[in-house]
């Protein structure tokens, strides 16, 4: 299936530091989504991106889609406790118009207070 | 809001002993998926259906088959258990038809088999 790589696998940051994950891709991907699975939780979807270039926000993380929609990145600012977790992107495909996702790797961030 | 249920959060069974997931979801969904998570590999697509008593392979099927009889119920079965099949299994729907592609996922349910 379509390779998703997704760094780094963790991270560990200072409580007000900020935190990036990258996810790339060797073929163009049609959109891309982004989920969020709290310790002991589920994944929880956070956003989707479609368009080449786009740039979303969502209080203190931004997500963005590469120009050639070859790759994509969740950045957080001053991280909060609450932002623990793994952070996983999911390639959309389309298999007869149903849509089908292909996961990353993940990457956990824990939060040093 | 959507409501995936997992029947069983925690199960720990035997080799060789033939396993049953059960999933449930109360939205009227038209896909639902099966994925397992490991440590370092992410999230791992098993099986998905897009209809009733349809289902189609992901990326790693073998030792494992599924069952869709009712619109609202995904059951992944698990032939003869084997010990690289511990693992958190995670169920998921989502509307499907083109028009949404937002997944909901389960509780998860963990598997030990011993």
């Known amino acids: 299936g379509q390779q998703v790589m997704q760094i780094p696998q963790y991270q560990h940051v200072q409580e007000g530091e900020d935190f990036t994950t990258y996810c790339n891709s060797s073929t163009t991907l049609s959109n891309i989504q982004w989920y969020k699975q709290r310790p002991g939780g589920h994944p929880v979807f956070l956003i989707q991106?479609?368009?080449?270039?786009e740039v979303k926000k969502q209080k203190r993380l931004t997500f963005q889609f590469g120009e050639a929609k070859k790759n994509s990145s969740l950045h957080i600012t001053a991280t909060q406790t609450t932002d623990v977790g793994t952070y996983f992107c999911a390639e959309v495909g389309s298999n007869f118009g149903n849509e089908k996702l292909t996961f990353g790797t993940g990457t956990r961030l824990t939060i040093i207070p | 809001d959507v409501k995936v249920t997992q029947s069983s959060r925690y199960l720990v069974k035997r080799t060789g002993e033939k396993v049953f997931l059960e999933c449930v979801q109360d939205m009227d969904h038209e896909n639902m998926f099966w994925y397992r998570q490991d440590p370092g590999l992410g999230l791992r697509l098993i099986y998905f259906?897009?209809?009733?008593?349809?289902?189609e392979k992901g990326d790693i099927p073998e030792g494992y088959s599924v069952s869709r009889e009712k619109k609202e119920r995904f059951s992944l079965i698990l032939e003869s258990a084997s010990t690289n099949q511990t693992s958190m299994y995670l169920c998921?729907?989502?509307?499907?038809?083109?028009?949404?592609?937002?997944?909901?996922f389960g509780e998860g349910s963990w598997l030990t088999v011993v």
């Open positions: 259906s897009y209809d009733v008593k349809m289902k």
């Open positions: 998921a729907s989502s509307l499907g038809g083109g028009h949404g592609n937002t997944i909901y």
């Open positions: 991106l479609v368009k080449s270039g």
